[in-house]
């Protein structure tokens, strides 16, 4: 499986929550093949005008993230054979197929990963 999560530059704790998917991921059986994170905010040193206050927003609404983090997740799908991609980021249904589309493969959130443990023990 690979993980991928969306944060804002606000978000100091960004690698402890990808550890958190991560570890959700493996307690759930998967195995993690892949990893990435897309910061906003962090490098566009104010050169878009109102860039502090889309750090919240995702890059877009059919893809939540940009179309080259979507490209390296999707290049990471092919070469890891993944099975699923979990988002840190709660979904769209729009968004889920259209990143299972890109992806080839299911598309899920971490929190559908705590549910499905919590009702399946």
């Given amino acids: 499986m690979v993980v991928a ?3 804002s530059a606000r978000r100091k704790d960004h690698v402890e929550a990808m550890d958190e998917l991560e570890a959700e991921v493996t307690r759930f059986g998967g195995l993690v093949t892949a990893r990435f994170v897309q910061r906003r905010g962090v490098s566009g ?3 878009v005008r109102g ?15 940009s179309t080259g983090k979507i490209r390296e997740i999707a290049d ?7 099975t699923a991609v979990v988002f840190h980021n709660d979904l769209t249904d729009r968004q889920r197929r259209a990143l299972s589309e890109i992806f080839g493969s299911a598309v899920l959130t971490i929190r559908e990963l705590k549910e499905e443990r919590r009702v399946n023990g």
Avoid: H, Q
């Fill in 45 to 47: 040193k104010g050169r």
């Fill in 76 to 82: 990471a799908c092919v070469r890891t054979d993944a």
């Fill in 5 to 7: 999560g969306l944060f």
């Fill in 51 to 65: 860039g502090a206050e889309n750090m919240d927003r995702p890059y877009s609404s059919r893809t939540l993230m």
